[in-house]
């Protein structure tokens, strides 16, 4: 396949997709298909088949749409109108909508989302531009999108060091969370002297709450192969890996599909785009370890090795998968080099502030009215991200504290509500941008309570390599687990506060390092929170139950417990 | 090969380019303490005891896995280090069931060694107390899990020096256990060659052999050099012109 096909495959699409008066797309990601959205597409279809519409209203199997709690959700596309989204679609609602709003365009009013909400408003989508418009399991879908245009336009107009140069030039940063500058990363690979080069995109996403990675690969999976075909082709590999994590078998499956298909119409494999350019794709599936998304360790795991991270340097950039250099993005990073190719560098820096530039997807969670996966340019402030797109907090309580970053970040208070997020802000704040969880806490979040979640999720997924992690993370586990039952001292704070010290830089790899950041962060902006605790064993919040004391007081207890007991018998 | 000049501890001293940090700073007879390095078999970086803090910056590194460069400006003994060294110290001696009173290895014993040089003399935090077994199926070994450190040194000689690759570990963070085989007993194993590289090797008293009881282990770490020299040069005498006595 070369160019001109590309444009007539795309041609044709247009041409087919426009013979229907009415296109209902049916979001398949994930979250809605946990909530039904399977049976909710089949009603659509039973209906349209009753109904003998098959030539003028068209179901389409679509990405996500973002607003997640209110799955499933359905989009009708009539032509000439402005797209309408219905949310908490059921079989019923799906045939109401087929017979009334599909074939005599009156909208099914209960079940609809208002479209000026500002969750859609706000949004710029730049990566997610397809998500929730196109079938992921079709190619020409993609192609009728301008798919494949920008790596055809790379691979003919554009030498490697022009991409790279590119790159550089739009000011793209990581999109894993610590934010180094993509084109210089391209770069370096590109001038590695090696025969032998790698790709490698990063899908193993596994901090709670988080699932950015997984929705662009399963609503776009091709942008993301098409991202990793243009760095093929900027730093001269032949070889990409997609490291998929094991729990996300919906993204598996439509990677292993767009592979196939693009290999079949000649975008992959061997002579893309009848170039001299050849680029194979292979997908490598997690076993379930988070530490395997650092990484060195997914290198590991891709070669078949036990997944722990090694010392930095070498860095993959000079020795990476089998000792060549190895040029390893996130996902996300990866869903952002097409818009910058297509649309140009200038137009991708004017996204953002000066130092972060284009959109970053955040997976909002928590106690928020509009939970659910959203795209904003970079420097939004957290207000109008919780309270704008999010729709404040439910049951009229108080906003407390976000969380970004996941296990690595940390939690922002009320005060700063109106920093803008980007890389260095969150950072100065003590948290960090990280992959893009994002979980928003009420008054009813107790502080020590969350750092003890999160703590216990690096106990767990620690690989046990180095010292300060493996036994570091329990030891402050211990001692938050003290200070929410109530036995903890004042000693015991101290220790806590010096092993976060110790872990965080003596750790081998992020995972460590990054560890006692949700403690840290804690403590401080809610360190009264952590001396009620310890001093005058109350919870605030009502979360933690208190009900054990200091060891040493325990001379004191032991009599009143006793004795409490003897009253219950009787 | 090239001449570096890197500072440590605020005086200058040159080494060889592609030299680690840690054999550049016991070079010069700088005492660093290390548990998981040991020379002959490839750096872990895992133990971080031998981390040093870096100008500018005050940023740390373990020394075994930092290649020396030139103009470094390093400190080894910092108050902050000897802190640390100290918490990771009193966190292995948590960790698991380290009792050196009724241990083979008492008064030989590596991390016993480092706790006693660094003044440790008692541990701040919870013992763990794991509930871990011994191995004793082997006819000549034994391995006490309770004693383990997962230093891996046994696993990295047995990979690279004898080639069985008998040894791993498995499980994750602290219930990380090393294996032998697919963890079936070490008597039962189809790979073990016996060799007792692994043994001799080992910094505690986990692995040792049978028939030993308290302080009684000696172990000699020097039998890998004889070794990596010999297959080098062949030459089997050890660096200080004697043969290596047989039987130990």
Redesign the interface.
């Known amino acids: 396949m070369n160019r001109a096909d590309l444009q007539t495959m795309a041609q044709r699409e247009q041409e087919k997709q426009g013979k229907y008066r009415c296109r209902l797309l049916c979001c398949a990601s994930t979250p809605c298909l946990s909530s039904g959205g399977a049976a909710v597409q089949q009603a659509l279809e039973d209906a349209i088949k009753e109904q003998d519409a098959n030539a003028e209203v068209a179901v389409v199997s679509t990405g996500c749409m973002g607003p997640c709690s209110r799955g499933p959700v359905v989009t009708v596309q009539i032509q000439g109108e402005n797209d309408v989204y219905y949310e908490n679609v059921t079989p019923e609602a799906a045939r109401q909508i087929v017979a009334d709003h599909a074939l005599n365009g009156q909208p099914v009013q209960e079940k609809l989302l208002p479209s000026d909400l500002p969750f859609f408003a706000k949004q710029t989508k730049v990566v997610l531009s397809n998500s929730g418009l196109i079938d992921p399991e079709r190619l020409e879908d993609y192609v009728a999108r301008g798919g494949y245009l920008a790596l055809a336009y790379a691979l003919r107009e554009m030498s490697p060091e022009d991409v790279c140069t590119e790159i550089s030039k739009s000011g793209l940063r990581g999109r894993g969370g610590a934010g180094y500058p993509s084109g210089l990363k391209w770069d370096l690979v590109r001038k590695a002297p090696d025969d032998k080069k790698y790709v490698v995109a990063n899908g193993d996403e596994g901090d709670p709450g988080a699932y950015m990675d997984r929705t662009l690969m399963e609503s776009d999976p091709h942008r993301v192969l098409e991202g990793m075909a243009i760095a093929g082709y900027a730093v001269g590999a032949d070889q990409g890996f997609i490291y998929v994590r094991g729990e996300y078998p919906v993204a598996a499956k439509r990677l292993e599909r767009a592979i196939r298909a693009a290999e079949r119409r000649g975008l992959l494999g061997s002579r893309v785009l009848d170039s001299s350019f050849s680029f194979r794709i292979d997908i490598r599936i997690g076993a379930g370890?988070f530490v395997c998304g650092e990484e060195t360790a997914l290198m590991a795991s891709i070669m078949g090795r036990?997944g722990q991270p090694?010392?930095r340097?070498p860095y993959p950039a000079q020795s990476g998968l089998w000792g060549h250099p190895t040029l390893i993005n996130n996902v996300e990073t990866f869903g952002n080099i097409v818009p910058i190719i297509e649309h140009g560098a200038d137009w991708y820096a004017a996204i953002g502030t000066e130092k972060s530039k284009g959109t970053k997807i955040f997976a909002l969670a928590g106690k928020v009215e509009n939970t659910g996966l959203i795209e904003v340019p970079m420097g939004i402030t957290l207000r109008e991200i919780v309270f704008d797109i999010g729709g404040g907090i439910p049951d009229g309580r108080e906003f407390k504290a976000a969380q970004t970053g996941g296990p690595s970040g940390g939690c922002i208070p009320a005060q700063f509500l109106d920093t803008k997020v980007d890389y260095e802000s969150l950072k100065a704040l003590g948290s960090i941008m990280g992959s893009g969880g994002l979980i928003v806490m009420d008054d009813q979040s107790c502080m020590p309570d969350v750092a003890k979640f999160f703590m216990e999720f690096c106990?767990?997924?620690?690989?046990?390599?180095?010292?300060?992690c493996?036994?570091?993370?329990?030891?402050m586990y211990?001692i938050l687990q003290r200070i929410t039952d109530g036995s903890a001292t004042r000693q015991d704070l101290q220790?806590l506060e010096?092993?976060c010290t110790?872990v965080r830089?003596?750790?081998?790899c992020g995972l460590g390092q990054s560890a006692p950041n949700p403690v840290m962060s804690t403590l401080r902006y809610f360190r009264e929170e952590y001396e009620d605790h310890i001093n005058r064993r109350t919870c605030e919040a009502g979360v933690c139950e208190m009900t054990e004391v200091p060891v040493l007081e325990l001379v004191e207890e032991l009599p009143r417990r006793i004795r409490a007991a003897a009253i219950r018998n009787q | 090969m090239a001449v570096i000049t890197v500072t440590i501890n605020d005086e200058l001293v040159s080494g060889r380019e592609g030299q680690s940090l840690l054999e550049l700073v016991r070079e010069q007879g700088i005492d660093l303490p290390t548990l998981c390095h040991l020379d002959g078999l490839e750096e872990r970086g895992g133990c971080r005891l031998c981390m040093v803090e870096m100008a500018p910056g005050n940023r740390l590194a373990a020394a075994c896995v930092t290649p020396a460069q030139e103009g470094m400006v390093i400190y080894t003994h910092s108050e902050r280090l000897v802190k640390y060294r100290r918490m990771i110290l009193e966190l292995l001696f948590a960790e698991r069931n380290h009792v050196c009173a009724v241990c083979v290895m008492n008064g030989r014993c590596e991390l016993q060694y480092e706790a006693y040089t660094i003044g440790m003399d008692h541990v701040r935090y919870d013992y763990l107390t794991p509930d871990l077994p011994m191995d004793a199926s082997h006819d000549r070994f034994v391995i006490d899990h309770n004693r383990c450190i997962l230093c891996t040194r046994c696993v990295r000689v047995c990979d690279s020096v004898e080639g069985a690759h008998t040894w791993d570990v498995m499980g994750r963070g602290v219930n990380c256990r090393v294996i032998t085989d697919l963890n079936q007993p070490w008597g039962t194993s189809q790979s073990c060659t016996s060799c007792g590289k692994c043994v001799q090797v080992c910094p505690t008293g986990a692995l040792h052999a049978k028939g030993s009881t308290v302080a009684e282990m000696v172990k000699r770490h020097d039998f890998l050099q004889w070794i990596l020299d010999g297959r080098e040069n062949h030459q089997w005498t050890m660096r200080n012109g004697e043969p290596m006595e047989s039987g130990r």
């Not at chain 1, 830089?505 to 081998?508: A, D, H, P, R, Y």
Request: include cysteine; proline fraction near 10%; charge should be neutral.
């Open positions: 370890a036990r090694v010392p340097p106990m767990d997924e620690s690989c046990g390599k180095c010292v300060p493996r036994v570091g993370t329990v030891q211990r220790n010096e092993l110790m830089e003596t750790s081998l």
